[in-house]
């Protein structure tokens, strides 16, 4: 720190981590940053003006992360029953190398950019902070796209072969004011916006070279299936026999005898990028936004007046999807006999075919089951996570009971959520959608006592 004003630090460390083999294990990642006060140059502290405190600041830096499995670098051998017969016919056991191993795997290394502006303007009256951030992250660690012959007997390892690039956001701020009668109200919030690029990335060339299909050039987590037309109905079946097919018209092969009540998809193209009269993997499109949101923000309002204190705090997310294909939404998912009301309640029948789902079948039906946008949702969500009112007695009546301080409270946490995703809880695409037990309300009477 020079002068109050000019700010420098500069860092490097030397890591290992028995992840990797001998040679891989270390590596030194630096790290720099500097700011600049600008509020204490003279043009601007020797004037009169709202901006209380202006900081510029940027930072640059490398660091490792882990990825995968630990010793990858190492053959590792699977032990299975029944193997061999030795001598007088046991059977003892047996041993195999499920994975080639790769003893060049290494840390993925990130090299990250900031550049950052604090300040206060009004006397504290309004405080802010704005980041603007770049990412590289290269080495991450992949699967191959190479399907090799059953005779190789073993899968290919993961190797350091990934790039992607991340940019975006960050916003703080906050007011607080204080009115003659003592109300004083607070208001704080953040904002943050992120999104990834995948620079390089394992793929092959029919997906590569498809503009609908290739995974280079998009978020990590993207998610690919067919576009869906919506459900057919008994009209599509013109000759009643309950079953629709080039009879009809309709001369686009899918998945199995179509009825009405299943889920009707675009014929998108072929080899050629032209429609070929059947649904295949060279119908598939981008559906949806990755499961992780590109937008997160929360805000915190908060009042107090004559001991009474009340604060608020909302979150949200946005710029997600999630695939809620599943036991709520799927009768006899994974041969379960219990299925939502979510479904039952909003299946096709010829006496409701405007209805949500497709038709009810006996097991999972391979036409409606395959992963499409019919399934995706848009998870965005804004919710009341936590409310807190209080009051705090007088200081002279604690004082009167002997006491320091009295105060008494109510709290309440996922009070209200505001989304699309009515049947359950938002977040749960980052979880597992089968197990994922929903958000609880819960209420949480209190006293607290200083003596």
Known sequence: IYDHKYLFEAAGRYDGHYYFAPGKRWGYFPAFSAG??????????????P????KLRASWGKSGNLAGAAFQYLNGYNLYGNAYA?????MVQGSNITREANPNITWEISTKTDIGVDATLWKGLLTLEVDY???????????????????????????NQGIMENHGIDISAGTTHRFSNGLQLNLNGNFSYAKNKMIQVFET???HDNPNRSRTGRPLGTQFGYHAL????????????????????????QFGVLHPGDIRYADIGGPDGKPDGK????????????????????????????GFDVSLFFQGAALASLNFRGFQTVPFNNNNSNSSYEYYNNHWTPNTPDAK??????????????????WMMKTGYLRLKTAVLGYTLPARISKAMKMQSVRCYVSGQNLLTFSKMKFMDPEVGYTDLETAYPNQKVFVFGLNVNF
């Open 279 to 306: 649904i295949d993997s060279y119908d598939e499109t981008v559906i949806g936004n990755p499961v992780y949101p590109f937008i997160t923000y929360g805000f915190t309002p908060s009042a107090s007046w004559k």
């Open 357 to 374: 789902y497709p038709r009810a079948n006996q097991s999972p039906y391979a036409n409606n089951t395959q992963n499409s946008d019919f």
């Open 133 to 159: 951030f770049h990412e590289r992250r290269t080495g991450m660690l992949l699967p191959p796209a190479v399907t090799v012959p059953v005779e190789y007997g073993l899968s290919l390892s993961d190797e």
């Open 51 to 54: 901006l209380e405190y202006l």
């Open 205 to 207: 060339a029919a997906t």
């Open 86 to 90: 030795y001598g007088n016919g046991s």
């Open 36 to 49: 600049w006060v600008i509020s204490e140059e003279n043009f601007i502290a020797d004037h009169a003006t």
């Open 230 to 253: 919506g459900l057919f109905s008994q009209a599509d079946d013109k000759n009643s026999d309950g079953i629709i097919n080039s009879e009809d018209g309709y001369n686009v092969t």
